[in-house]
């Protein structure tokens, strides 16, 4: 029997979703909620019932004290950590690893992100990440798109007559543009986050709502039936207008600036930077807050005079107690879609026409090329050409990412949706990587940004909720930043004693950009 090329892809499925952590294992949501998935094992419900309950976990007495506890080392609470400098801080994160959904790997030198994609010139990640040492190049190219066998090198600008669509659906795409350039989101922003996005794509060519249907679950977690009408119709304007031209990224994508972060910090407060820490409780009270974590076989706890969460929501309203009913709701209510990535690795240049690439209709969204902002950079020879694929799931799939088996079969399709693109394509790789996440991003549904949000994420006296979900419009790491820079001013008010903490929190949830 012979054997192709084909039998010996490497297949690997990494991502701890099913590995270690009590939290992560009850990655589902409340059974009985709009957002549940299926139920796929009941311990793994038992589990979450306990720690949701706080009483599963013994809480010993504190041995140690912090002025500033941070619970998460994604982006949101390695800047907190960063912009807290000199003071007495203590950071937990549950994985082996920092960075959350802003990670990056390599294969043999080569980087490659796990997650989030790219940032804006001058936003809250590009002027962070100036200061910390990184550069982030332009990434200078509009999206192409990759449709019936055909590329067009962009969409809704100079490439809209080239769209690879008849000539009545290039005319609706037009039709479309020209009408939702005439909305005035500022002005109608409460009501159009009370609608779905479908009720503005009714009417014109069934393409434009399925590009949506790549473009939201792989930039806002969600389809256009799901998708507030303020997050469509601003993003449309937004990529019509050009905004895309400010793009910036590294090879390893938001991981970048994680990696970073970590590099900077590591040197001067390595000790206060804990891995496979994962918090099971913080219990505010009138002068401190415990914080209960799990290191191994230990459990331990800490007394903070403040605490900055910047876990996601739907782990959040789990682990703090004494939580108000109507933002524990407002928490529980957040929807967040299931998101693997996968890298597909090749050892020939494949293919390097654009940086993402949408691909309407397939097991992915849309695919990057790695080292896009590099491939010019002179003596750069790559050995092999990196492409990732945004593979985000629908929430009644979620239990895909349970089981590996499932996790490679999903793999393989990418792969074979990828080579059945274009003829060219058609090549093995040498390894393709599923890296799983059960719920890295908030959804973009109707009333979140305006509505819900603001519920979930109020300060109580000594706990502030960070993370990209208390931002938005849609999950952005730029804005995990800012509200992390706003958690940390709040905290040294907090600290001093001093009037106006509450006020700066608000503000910040406020400016939420638009
Ligand atoms: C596929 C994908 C693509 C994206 N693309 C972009 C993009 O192009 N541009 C952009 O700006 N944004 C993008 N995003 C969004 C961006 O990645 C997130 O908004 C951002 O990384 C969130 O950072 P965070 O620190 O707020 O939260 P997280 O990354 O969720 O970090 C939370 C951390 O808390 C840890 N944790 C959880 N529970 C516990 C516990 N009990 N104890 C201790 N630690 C715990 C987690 O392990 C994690 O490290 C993308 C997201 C995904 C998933």
Redesign the pocket.
Known sequence: MSHTRRDFIRYVVAGSIASGCP?DQALLAEPGSAAAGPLVEGEHFNVCHQVRDGHSFPKPEATKKADVII???????LSAAYFLKGKDWLL????DHF????YQEEYEGHIFGT?????YRGDH?DMLAKEIGLNLPLINMPDPIIDNGKYAPDIWRTGINDLPYSKNVIASFKKYRDNIMKIDVQKNAAQLDSEPFTKYLAGYAPEITKLWDAYGPSNWGAFSEDTSALIGITDSQNLIQGQDDQRVILPGG?GCITQKLVEVLKPRHGERMLRD???VAVVPDKDEVRVTYVQGEKITTVAAKVVLM???KY?TAR?VAGLPNEQKQAMRRMRYTP?P?VNIIFDKPIYRKGYDNWCPGKTFTDFIVADWTIRNNPGYKPKYNILTF?TPLRETERAILLNEEDCKTLAAKVLKDFQGLMPEFNVDPVEVRLYR?GH??FMAVPEQFTKNRMIASQPMERVFFG??DSGGPE????E?VRISHAGVEWANLVLAGKPGAAELAHKALTEALL
């Open positions: 939290i619970v998460g080392g994604g982006v949101a609470g937990l994160e549950k994985e960075g959350g959904n802003a997650g989030s994609a790219y940032g990640g938001l820490a994962t918090v910047c876990t996601a782990i682990l998101y990535m945004y996440r890295p991003m993370n990209s999950s952005l790491t730029s995990a």
